[in-house]
């Protein structure tokens, strides 16, 4: 029961990070004050001959510094790397004034963090400024004539506590990754299982059943019109029976290609890249690309860059075999990530060849579906100038 209870408690609180980082904020605030009141300060003092500074070198300074910085703590979680900015300064200050151990753990717990909550480009850049800091200082105490043992001293310790919260942070960060990794890989095969069972049923259970019933609609027309003569009204009926059952037939065969599309584009180990569509084009016609590189523009969510190719693909297939001349693909970046395709063609001419091309079978109606599963969306329509241009947004949140 007593274990149950701390689990769910622990649940509550992870769904809540303010909360769980209120509480870590007092933790460490009533952590320091017991280092305080135990002399838990001016531990640099005597070791590098720190000048006095008054009052402020005394337990009261350490204590306004220790509640600042516990005061950052309670965003330790969802604003990482503004805490750490915040917090060097204060931790630096504390250094000058003798050094407390209490702002010594909170300045590990704030680089800890950032390696553990932060983005992957954030991490990055606070990866690079650590070992260029290293560097740097590493430099100038081999280039520092006369350098004091001390001051060598104090700066190994203090490479040893960023070290420490770094590597923390960045274990938990990659096993937190590796365990997202194994849950989405079998969330992903679950999903694929799904889908082709969904596949197998419609089309053992509800593909053949409308192939029959379309046959039967055919073979009812054929024995009425033998038997005795069809008026144009039971014809028309019969007519659009049969038409509506080919339709349907048709959709279910495209849904049918869609799901197996989706597993396809799962397991692709070589995904469509703009050079498989420069190759749709018939010679004759160009296709013609305007703004930013769609492989590179496509690289910031790789997760959904197969289904948004397909759907590109799929689009471009389309203009060429409905339309004629130069076809253009415009790709545009946003500022914080989001990008959109756009393809433009002109419209054929009544009366003229339509190019016949292999395509994927999922049309724009299937496209729609493929996008609609990574929270994008697909606009196709004539633009009253002759032209047509069809294009896919992707979300913001799929970049990031």
Known sequence: ??????????????????????????????????????????????????????????GSGFLLLLILMSALATLRSSR??????????????????????????????????????????????????????????????????????RIVTVVLQW??????????????????????????AEHRQATQQLRQ???????????????????????????????????????????????????????????????????????????????HIDDLVPIGRTLVREGADLDVALTASPRSAGVAMRAIHELVVNAVKHGEGDIVLRTRVGESGPVTVQIENRIASPGASRTAIGRSGIGISGATLLLGGIGASVESAPTGDGRWRAGLALKEEQYG
Not at 102 to 112: C, E, I, P, Q, T
Not at 160 to 179: D, F, H, K, P
Request: proline share 3%.
């Open 1 to 58: 029961m007593l274990w149950s209870r701390l689990a769910s408690g622990t649940h509550r609180l992870n769904a809540r990070p303010r909360t769980r980082d209120t509480i870590v904020a007092v933790a460490y605030l009533v952590l320091g004050l017991l280092l305080l009141q135990f002399g838990g300060y001016g531990i640099w003092a005597a070791l590098l001959s720190l000048p006095t500074m008054g009052p402020w070198s005394t």
């Open 80 to 149: 990482p790397f503004l805490v750490l900015a915040l917090g060097t300064p204060l931790t630096a200050v504390d250094f000058f004034l003798g050094g407390s151990l209490g702002v010594v753990l909170l300045f590990a717990d704030f680089v800890y963090c950032a390696f553990r909550y932060g983005g992957d480009r954030g991490v990055r850049t606070l990866l690079v400024t650590i070992v260029v800091t290293i560097a740097a200082t590493a430099l100038t105490l081999l280039l520092w004539p006369g350098v004091s043992v």
């Open 159 to 184: 490479a040893l506590i960023v070290l420490i919260g770094a590597l923390w942070g960045w274990n938990v960060r990659s096993e937190r990754q590796r365990t997202r990794a194994v849950m989405s």
């Open 197 to 275: 069972k969904i596949a197998h049923d419609l089309h053992d259970l509800v593909a053949n059943q409308i192939a029959v019933a379309g046959l039967n609609i055919e073979a009812a027309r054929l024995r009425l019109g033998q038997m005795t003569e069809i008026s144009a009204e039971a014809d028309e009926s019969l007519t659009q029976a049969a038409h509506g059952a080919d339709e349907a037939h048709r959709q279910l065969r495209r849904l049918i290609a869609v799901l197996t599309t989706v597993d396809d584009l799962a397991d692709e180990t070589a995904p469509l890249r703009i050079q």
